[in-house]
């Protein structure tokens, strides 16, 4: 009699370990769910693989863009250069800077240019610029109450 004439016919029987421990059954269930996991993970490899070819060629392509851009622009400056001339171009003056050194924001770029034109217009209205200033941005914040805290 063979080790496997006690395993019924809905099931599959293991041979048993080389360690001589007893063989485990598997049903036909579990035999059909392992074996098409184990198609699945082969068309899963298969698609990841495509996956990866497709973001590859789109990298290539994406780059061949990117140099045929590059040569266009470059040969439509060269043309406009040889057609109209050079224009000079303006020289990058950088970030805009205060006396300290600190690179300035747009709103600070643009309160540095009026104070400079309306101190070169007429030095003695700068006080009833600030002042006005002043006043103008009082009106723009919430009003504070007697212990000094928001009424928000």
């Known amino acids: 009699m063979s080790e496997y004439s006690g395993c019924s016919r809905s099931s599959v029987c293991a041979p048993p370990c080389l360690t001589g421990q007893p063989s ?12 098409r996991m184990k198609e699945q993970k082969n068309v899963y490899r298969t698609r990841f693989v495509e996956l ?4 590859d060629e789109a990298k290539y392509l994406t ?25 000079e171009s303006e020289p990058d003056l950088g970030p805009a800077v205060d ?3 600190e690179v300035l924001d747009y709103g600070e770029q643009f309160d540095k240019m009026e104070m400079e034109k309306i101190t070169s ?21 919430p009003a504070m109450s007697q212990k000094g805290k928001n009424k928000y």
């Open 63 to 87: 780059q061949l863009v990117d140099n045929g851009r590059r040569r266009l622009i470059s040969g439509f400056e060269a043309w406009y250069k040889e057609r109209y001339g050079g224009a």
């Open 121 to 141: 217009e007429d030095p003695d209205s700068v006080s009833f610029y600030n002042a006005t200033k002043s006043v103008a941005s009082r009106k723009n914040r």
């Open 99 to 101: 006396e300290t050194g």
């Open 52 to 55: 990866k070819q497709a973001k």
């Open 24 to 35: 485990f059954v598997v049903h036909r269930e579990e035999f059909a769910f392992f074996k």
